[in-house]
């Protein structure tokens, strides 16, 4: 092995978790651990839930939007099913398609911006260019273009998702790969014939663990609400399965006569995202604990990255939300 | 080629400019749109009539939709529809696409336009007050809020508006905003409230956010300071010194609120049956009604572009050293 490899490393800027010392020092903000609790008690409900549920989430055991009794702790859906099973059944599949679709996004995303600043030229070009494309619809609507096509299936949900997700996590890890390619580790092992994919993996990968967690917080609870958002519009599982999202819209017409079949799940998705973006603003404050004056400012430009505009708008125009992007003119 | 704009007014060169890449984008889009509706399994016309048809329905409906010709014709076809004004006819009722989104198009652009300004003046209005009070009890109350609400989804906000004005506590407005085929949404003002109201809710924190934000940070600089040694009042200090320096942010989240919207009005539209194109286009993607898919996805599109150039134009107006910077 070449001995340039892993001189990051030893020099104490590579691996050394660094992410984890994000995670665990938000976790001990007052913001961040009351977000970690309150995602984490849903979670747990939304896993342990189908273990515990006294009926079948699908059988009809009470009339239509009955109030809540001994045996119907929440009362009846529009179908007569029990809502306290379907609450407790209908929360995972969303929370894994969630996670899913994030995973994808950070990791197509992360991988597209740090390919894009390492290679520069036409290769990025190529990359940002596809970004300002896809970075032209409303997130909702490019997911709902791509389900028009293929029809609801739950792994296409996942994939157009994570997607819409992507350009946004190009365009910040990019900006913040920038900054590591120029330093001079990675320049030594450039001189020194290292292969570029062991360059890009090996050293300057873990040496963006930070902005890769910060931006999958934020991307985590934009999944999230995006996902809920199109199993309200009847973009989920099929209809007799249990979905939070979707049980908000079936339920609606029978606001009146059993209010907690629509206000349970409401509740659920709210308090889980709160949580989420909670815990997730926490990491994103803890790593810019160092920028001092600046950090307000950075903040809300971050957590406000989920709705960030093309690339020819802030790329190299006149003023950039996200501070680090500022410097990243194609040449 | 386009440096051959750098020797005018930086002005019409960034117009120009920002114009003819907007122009490519949308070009781009328009070929992505169609692609992926032309990939379909199967084709358009099967989609539509299903397993039940005859093979000379499915023939006839093929020449309508153009699918007996070549991809490349059929995208021709549909670019220079848009230029003569032909937009086609709907595959799910056969009205044209043009009657069914024009009244559609109106009604959405008044839910974003009533947003967006009640929104942005709201949200100013408040970011400033936080800002001038940093770190009291009004401040963090208003932040903490601000941060939960950032965090909810439309739906969450809209349906928890129907159930406090509309079903369970009170019941003082409409809960659903249904109007007549065709009818422009300024016939029933009182079905306006909950829809705005829910969008309203959802973009003040992001421009409150960035509004306190950039106001703390021009109040804790020099110029400001000197200028309260100088005895110059609290308020024309706030209005006057700090919030032009502040507007480049506030005004590209404001442009970014308006982006969102072009999303958020899909989800609040279905959650009060309000008939804008949010709504035609869940109704569209559920009849697999691909004209009526494509021309408001293009239109959502296009309205992107245009806010992102008209928010860069104005946040350069608004940025003196970068302006005279040619």
Known sequence: ?331 | MLRAFSHRHPFTALIIRRSVVGVVTLFVVSVLIFGATEVLPGNAAYAVLGHSASPAELHALERQLHLDRSVVDQYGAWVGGIFRGDLGRSLANGTSVWSFTEARLVNSMILVVLAGVIGSLLAVALGIAAAARKDTWLDDAMSGIALAVTALPEFVVAITLVILFSTVAFHVLPGVSVFAPGTYAWSGPRRLVLPVASLVLIIVPYIFRMTRAAMIEALESEYVELSELHGVSRVRVLLFYALPTSLPPIVQVVALTFLYLAGGIVIVENVFAYPGIGQGLVNAVNARDIPVIQFIVLVLAAFYIVVNIVADVTVLALTPRRRSRA
Do not use: C
Not at chain 1, 70 to 88: E, F, H, K, P, Q
Not at chain 1, 106 to 114: D, E, K, R, S
């Open chain 1, 1 to 331: 092995m070449n001995p340039v490899v892993g001189l990051a490393r030893r020099r104490g800027v590579g691996r050394t978790g660094r992410s984890q010392g994000v995670l665990w020092r938000a976790a001990k903000t007052s913001r961040g651990a009351f977000g970690l609790v309150l995602s984490g008690a849903i979670v747990v409900l939304a896993a342990v839930g189908p273990l515990v549920s006294p009926h079948s989430a699908t059988a009809f055991v009470a009339q239509p939007f009955a109030h809540p009794d001994a045996s119907n702790l929440l009362g009846g859906d529009i179908l007569g099913r029990d809502v306290l099973s379907r609450v407790l059944n209908g929360g995972w599949v969303l929370l894994i398609m969630a996670f899913l679709a994030t995973v994808v996004g950070v990791g197509v995303g992360a991988m597209a911006g740090i390919v894009a600043a390492y290679v520069r030229g036409v290769g990025d070009g190529a990359i940002m260019r596809t970004v300002d494309v896809i970075l032209a619809f409303p997130q909702l609507v490019f997911a709902l273009l791509l389900v028009s096509v293929v029809g609801a299936k739950l792994w296409l949900i996942v994939v157009a998702v994570g997607i819409s997700h992507a350009p946004q996590v190009a365009r910040v890890l990019r900006a913040a790969a920038m900054d590591v390619a120029e330093r001079p580790f990675v320049k030594a092992m450039e001189l020194n014939g290292v292969r570029a994919r062991t360059i890009v993996w090996r050293e300057m990968l873990p040496n963006l663990t930070t902005p890769v967690t910060v931006e999958f917080g934020l991307r985590l609870t934009y999944s999230i609400v995006v996902m809920a958002g199109l199993a309200f519009l009847g973009f989920g599982q099929a209809p007799p399965a249990p979905n939070w999202g979707y049980m908000i819209s079936e339920n609606r017409i029978g606001l009146v006569e059993n209010p907690w079949a629509v206000v349970v799940p409401a509740l659920l998705i709210a308090l889980l995202t709160v949580g989420v973006n909670m815990f997730g603003d926490a990491v994103a404050r803890v790593s810019m604990g160092a920028a001092g004056r600046k950090g307000e400012l950075a903040v809300a430009s971050t957590s406000i990255g989920a709705m960030e505009p093309p690339a020819f708008l802030s790329a190299d125009g006149p003023h950039s939300l996200q501070p680090a992007a500022r410097n990243d003119v194609p040449g």
